[in-house]
T-cell receptor
Framework: GAVVSQHPSWVICKSGTSVKIECRSL??????MFWYRQFPKQSLMLMAT?????????EQGVEKDKFLINHASLTLSTLTVTSAHPEDSSFYIC???????????FGPGTRLTVT | GQNIDQPTEMTATEGAIVQINCTYQ??????LFWYQQHAGEAPTFLSY??LDGLEEKGRFSSFLSRSKGYSYLLLKELQMKDSASYLC??????????WGAGTKLIIKP
């Protein structure tokens, strides 16, 4: 089956610093990758959609200058949370789709805590 | 607007059967997904329906009626490990996944 990895699985950082989260498709080429955020006891919130080699499309209310997304290859996308604040603490999950089917394969998620 | 409705929480007994309903109103339809999400973990794929009818996969079955904008996930022979949130998601005409808020299923011994 299709496998998506995320790194790191959890990170603690100080307020004002930046954090980069990597999302990799291990055994397939991901034409599209998605970044989600999930607060405790809430559903997934789509932050942005990225296609390899093009700029990400951000959902309404998501600051593109704060959440930088780079989809440099068909197997790697990165999300950088810039100048993180405690309210950015959340569970960040990426997913990816391949060319043939629109099922999203999810990474294991990254738990970010900003102190 | 686009909308997906599913119950917030359900409780069932170990060994029993439970049905989780999902109704949707979206701009176009290219399939409906059910995902399972355990607390603190990412969602995992359960099923995909694009044609009307019942799809059975072991203890889990998923049903779709496109004319009614309705789906359900049926879980049989419930086990304690089935305690999780179950997310309904619809692929709209732009092939974007529209997510429901999820149904938290609590299994009691």
């Amino acid at each position: 089956g299709a496998v998506v990895s995320q790194h790191p699985s959890w990170v603690i950082c100080k307020s004002g610093t930046s954090v980069k989260i990597e999302c990799r498709s291990l055994d397939f080429q991901a034409t599209t990758m998605f970044w989600y955020r999930q607060f405790p006891k809430q559903s997934l919130m789509l932050m942005a959609t990225s296609n390899e080699g093009s700029k990400a499309t951000y959902e309404q209310g998501v600051e593109k200058d704060k959440f930088l997304i780079n989809h440099a290859s068909l197997t790697l996308s990165t999300l950088t949370v810039t100048s993180a604040h405690p309210e950015d603490s959340s569970f960040y999950i990426c997913s990816a789709t391949d060319r043939d089917f629109y099922e999203q394969y999810f990474g294991p998620g990254t738990r970010l805590t900003v102190t | 607007g686009q909308n997906i409705d599913q119950p917030t929480e359900m409780t069932a007994t170990e060994g029993a059967i439970v049905q989780i309903n999902c109704t949707y109103q979206t701009s176009g339809f290219n399939g409906l997904f059910w995902y399972q999400q355990h607390a603190g973990e990412a969602p995992t794929f359960l099923s995909y329906n694009v044609l009307d009818g019942l799809e059975e996969k072991g203890r889990f079955s998923s049903f779709l009626s496109r004319s009614k904008g309705y789906s359900y996930l049926l879980l049989k022979e419930l086990q304690m490990k089935d305690s999780a949130s179950y997310l309904c998601a619809v692929l709209d005409s732009n092939y974007q996944l529209i997510w429901g808020a999820g149904t938290k299923l609590i299994i009691k011994p």
